[in-house]
C-alpha cells in the first residue's frame, strides 16, 4: 500500500546514514532474492520490509551486505552448512549481516572447522553457536581496523 511504501522509502533514504546508491543495490538484490520463485518466492510486501531492513543494516559498513546475505542464507540452508529452515537462515543470516560483510565469511569458516574431524569436531546443532560467536569478532576486527587508518 501507499503509506507502507512511503515509510520504506524514507527508512532506505531520510534516515539511511551512508551511500543510498549502494543501499539502493542492495534493496534491489534482497527483493529480486526474495521474490524469485527459484529462492524464497514470499510476496512483494513481505520481501519489501525484508530488503530494507537488511539494507539498512549496511549503513555501518558502507554497503555491500545483499550478495553476502544471499551467500549467508544459501549455505545456512545447504547440506554442506547447517541446514536450517528457511526461516532460521533468513534470522541468522540477518544476524551475521548485523557484524558486517566479511562475517558471513568468517561464519563459514569456523562453522566447517566447528564440525570438521581434524576440527573440533562438534555437532552441527553446538557448532553454529561456536560459529557466530567467532563471526561476531569481524565488527571489532573492523573497527580496530578503521581506528588505525584514522
Known amino acids: 500500500d501507499l503509506m507502507s511504501s512511503l515509510k520504506l522509502a524514507r527508512s532506505l533514504s531520510l534516515e539511511f546514514e551512508g551511500d543510498t546508491g549502494k543501499v539502493r543495490s542492495d534493496f534491489e538484490r534482497l527483493v529480486r532474492f526474495c521474490v524469485s520463485s527459484?529462492?524464497?518466492?514470499?510476496?512483494?510486501?513481505?520481501?519489501?520490509v525484508m530488503a530494507a531492513r537488511v539494507a539498512k543494516k549496511g549503513q555501518d559498513f558502507g554497503g555491500g551486505v545483499a550478495n553476502p546475505f544471499v551467500s549467508a542464507f544459501e549455505f545456512l540452508r545447504s547440506s554442506k552448512g547447517p541446514g536450517l529452515t528457511t526461516g532460521q537462515a533468513l534470522e541468522l543470516a540477518e544476524q551475521l549481516i548485523g557484524h558486517g560483510p566479511t562475517s558471513v565469511e568468517n561464519f563459514m569458516q569456523a562453522y566447517r572447522y566447528a564440525v570438521s574431524r581434524r576440527g573440533l569436531r562438534l555437532s552441527e546443532q553446538d557448532a553454529i553457536p561456536f560459529a557466530r560467536d567467532m563471526s561476531a569478532q569481524s565488527r571489532r576486527v573492523a573497527k580496530v581496523s578503521d581506528s588505525k587508518i584514522h
Open 38 to 48: 527459484d529462492s524464497l518466492d514470499l510476496p512483494k510486501p513481505q520481501c519489501g
